[in-house]
T-cell receptor
């Protein structure tokens, strides 16, 4: 079974803090993704990565950065947390075949509250 | 830009009923379509993935169909159970990463 784990289920941070969200997958997938999910807005893609040290902006990258130093780990960084970044953050991974991404597997999510 | 719509936003049915959830997308140039289930406060669980060359996929009481030309997919749930209560999301993959619908929140009443 594919397993995607996220470092925390719940996190409370203060405005202005630097926040790290970690995601690890154990299936040697090439692709990894970070989403945020908000009521009424659905899932929105923040960043994704097709390979180690590679990153691509998604739909809402502002205020976020990412790091992928190892294939199995993809980190989301909030450089200076703000209250509008309070959300559920979901990490996913998927394999690649012939340049196409395939079935995505999700982690359990991190509920981040910024006060 | 790809847009995915799911109707209805919420659905309540009595236990045992067969039901259909709908998903439509605007750009038919997709590689695959994936249906997910999400329980409150949890991550997404993949239910079915349909490749663009396929018409349907089945898993237990679930059957998903895909009509690429019309930009539609349906998720059929047979003999619904209270444990099926969750939000169901569809997502399409094309030249960009997955684009998600906002989901249908299903309640199955015992």
């Amino acid at each position: 079974d594919v397993k995607v784990t996220q470092s925390s289920r719940y996190l409370v941070k203060r405005t202005g803090e630097k926040v790290f969200l970690e995601c690890v997958q154990d299936m040697d997938h090439e692709n990894m993704f970070w989403y945020r999910q908000d009521p009424g807005l659905g899932l929105r893609l923040i960043y994704f990565s097709y390979d180690v040290k590679m990153k691509e902006k998604g739909d809402i990258p502002e205020g976020y950065s990412v790091s992928r130093e190892k294939k199995e780990r993809f980190s989301l960084i909030l450089e200076s947390a703000s209250t509008n970044q309070t959300s559920m953050y979901l990490c996913a991974s998927s394999p690649t075949d012939a340049g196409r991404t395939y079935e995505q597997y999700f982690g359990p999510g991190t509920r981040l509250t910024v006060t | 830009k790809q847009e995915v719509t799911q109707i209805p936003a919420a659905l309540s049915v009595p236990e045992g009923e067969n039901l259909v959830l709908n998903c439509s997308f605007t750009d038919s140039a997709i590689y695959n379509l994936q249906w997910f289930r999400q329980d409150p406060g949890k991550g997404l669980t993949s239910l079915l993935l349909i490749q663009s060359s396929q018409r349907e996929q089945t898993s237990g009481r679930l059957n998903a169909s895909l009509d690429k030309s019309s930009g539609r997919s349906t998720l059929y749930i047979a003999a619904s159970q209270p444990g099926d209560s969750a939000t169901y999301l569809c997502a399409v993959a094309g030249n960009t990463p997955l684009v998600f619908g906002k989901g249908t929140r299903l309640s199955v009443i015992a």
